[in-house]
């Protein structure tokens, strides 16, 4: 199997609260851990670890925020070319044209 597959593969291993995490920043658009917590119900840890995760997939980005009234706050946001590159393959894999 290679990489590309590898990687696929982990990503449907996710669980329901790492698809809801991607779901929620994919339609309601960047976030921060406390915008998160409220929309999806999670626990400060719980969803700590589950960002862990989808940034080590490289499935999500963390980009720090500079505003004054934001210090040391992160905005979570979808990685879509890494998201692109996933349809691609699986796309691939299942023999579809996936443009």
Known sequence: MNSAF?????????TPARLAVLASLS????QTRGQLIERLG???GSLQHHLVALRELGLIAAV???EPDH???TEYRI???KLAEIYQTLGLSLGLDAR
Do not use: I, K
């Open 42 to 44: 999670l626990t400060v």
């Open 64 to 66: 720090p925020l500079e």
């Open 6 to 14: 590898s990687e696929v593969a982990l990503v449907f291993q996710a």
């Open 71 to 73: 210090y040391h706050r």
């Open 27 to 30: 339609v309601d658009g960047p």
């Open 79 to 81: 990685d879509s070319t």
